[in-house]
């Protein structure tokens, strides 16, 4: 048995990785009848366990090279379609989930089961739309195996990848309906998801607010109730908040929806 050790931290860039691997003390000796280091046991040949005393670190050495590691985002916006598009092809979007760590052509292949060119064709085009990176170059002999990663934990298509056939809470009319609750939602996507990549660009965080519960309602009458004390509400601190000249100022979006929760259906029925 063999107990690996790492000898120093694991996330070195474009050196080389060392890790540490030794015995445990202990041996096993495969057996052959005529080797004297066996013996006679219940009619059986015991192997004879051979102690080791404590051998030096025998060092596992691992190349390297040509490696970045960044941070990966938690969520990408895709608003070009052409990116969109090769997202949401299956099994490009199962290489996209793969690449949460690291990880070859080679490997991929294993786990989706394509061949190793296809596995490449698909990550080809997958780099090219900027979904996956680079993480590094990894030497096996003569050979240089590239490991990508993908650029976020997830991802999310803008609506503005739809060009002018996207959502747009203007056009609707009746604001009552549960299609101007969507085609807000549908706008927080696209406008946070421009501004988050603008901070990216420029090294900044971007304050925002989000605030998410459940609420249980007794009966219709309660729920129109707490609507008009929460519009009340919202109107008072809006007023007392609101400043259109202060200097320096910036103006935010504040929006508030609310919607009843998806039903369980229990199996074997439509929710």
Not at 8 to 13: E, I, T
Not at 140 to 164: C, F, H, K, N
């Amino acid at each position: 048995m063999v107990r690996p050790t790492a000898t120093g931290p694991s996330r070195n860039v474009g050196v080389t990785v060392c890790v540490a691997l030794r015995h445990t003390g202990a041996v096993s000796i495969r057996p052959t009848r005529n080797d004297d280091r066996f013996t006679r046991e219940y009619g059986r040949w015991r192997p004879v366990v051979a102690q080791v005393a404590d051998p030096p670190w025998i060092p596992l050495t691992i190349k390297i090279v040509n490696a970045t590691i960044s941070s990966m985002i938690d969520i990408q916006v895709i608003d070009d379609p052409a990116a969109a598009t090769v997202a949401l092809e299956p099994m490009r979007s199962r290489l996209l989930s793969e690449l949460a760590a690291p990880a070859s052509a080679a490997t991929l292949a294993t786990r989706v089961g394509l061949a190793r060119q296809k596995v490449n064709y698909h990550l080809h085009a997958l780099e090219a739309h900027g979904l996956v990176r680079l993480a590094g170059e990894r030497r096996w002999g003569g050979l240089t195996e590239r490991l990508l990663v993908a650029t976020a934990a997830s991802y999310v298509v803008s609506p503005s990848a739809l060009g002018s056939a996207a959502v747009d809470p203007d056009r609707e009319v009746d604001r009552l309906s549960a299609s101007y609750l969507i085609a807000l939602g549908a706008r927080v996507i696209r406008e946070v998801g421009g501004l988050v990549r603008r901070a990216k660009e420029g090294g900044k965080r971007l304050a925002t607010l989000a605030v998410d519960t459940e609420v249980r309602f007794r009966s219709a009458s309660d729920r129109a109730a707490f609507s008009t004390e929460l519009t009340e509400a919202i109107a008072k601190l809006v007023s007392k908040y609101h400043d259109e000249s202060a200097p320096g100022g910036r103006a935010h979006r504040l929006l508030v929806v609310a919607h009843p929760l998806p039903q369980k259906s229990e199996p074997g029925k439509p929710s």
